[in-house]
């Protein structure tokens, strides 16, 4: 839903010169609250739970760029909450300054505004990027490294498997009945780790056949 301004302020008006966050986490799963912390009290804040790889499939980051307006400031707790790519960075970072909408990273301890064209915090965003996009891309060909390494030994198995809300509800209800756990691996090509975690629910308890 697209809130229009002053709709979310309790007992405001819609003056000039609003605290915007925007705070992103990659999944429902992670927990924003040290952003939340990090970024203070504000007017307005833009909660995504969404990759940064790229703009697209990101609507709070939409629904801020529509939403921010001239003397308002944008505050993030770090460059790559708002982008993992220098491109992106550099394209969101434009387009909200060319509102004069200011940009400030906490982090890093940089703001940017509009018409105020520092080359050297430009330089800093730019360095700042890319060197985080270099080790993403390092660690992405070490994993790739390891893989292959794993390979060969014979040790790599890919990724746990994941089971179906189905397969999950009849998991569970052949434990309870009492199947041993191995055969419950082996019906359904699954690890004990992910047995146990698919098990470990809160008031399940778990079949102890001595496995």
């Known amino acids: 839903m697209i809130v229009r301004r002053g709709e979310a302020l309790v007992g405001k008006t819609d003056p000039a010169g609003q605290r915007i966050a925007y705070v992103r986490v990659s999944t429902v799963e992670q927990n924003p609250a040290r952003q939340l912390e990090a970024v203070g ?14 703009t697209e499939g990101r609507p709070q980051l939409a629904e801020l760029i529509a939403y921010a307006r001239q003397g308002d400031t944008v505050v993030i707790a ?27 990273f906490l982090k890093e301890r940089l703001i940017f505004r509009a018409g105020d064209d520092d080359p ?17 891309e ?19 198995k890919g990724r746990p498997r994941k089971l179906t809300s189905a397969q999950l509800e009849e998991l569970r209800t052949r434990a309870l009945a009492g199947v041993p756990k191995k055969q419950l691996m082996a ?10 975690r698919s098990l470990g629910q809160p008031g399940l308890p778990l079949p102890s056949d001595g496995s």
């Open 41 to 54: 009290e504000c007017d307005r804040i833009f909660t995504e739970h969404a990759s940064g790889k790229s």
């Open 138 to 156: 390092l660690i992405r060909q070490r994993q790739r490294e390891g893989i292959e390494a794993a390979k060969r030994r014979g040790a790599y």
């Open 187 to 196: 019906d359904y090509g699954i690890s004990r780790s992910t047995l146990y």
């Open 78 to 104: 770090s460059m790559d909450r708002l982008a993992r790519s220098l491109a992106d960075l550099s394209q969101i970072v434009q387009q909200l300054t060319d509102k004069g909408t200011a940009v400030e």
């Open 120 to 136: 050297f915090a430009r330089f800093q965003m730019h360095l700042i990027g890319a060197v985080a996009e270099f080790e993403r």
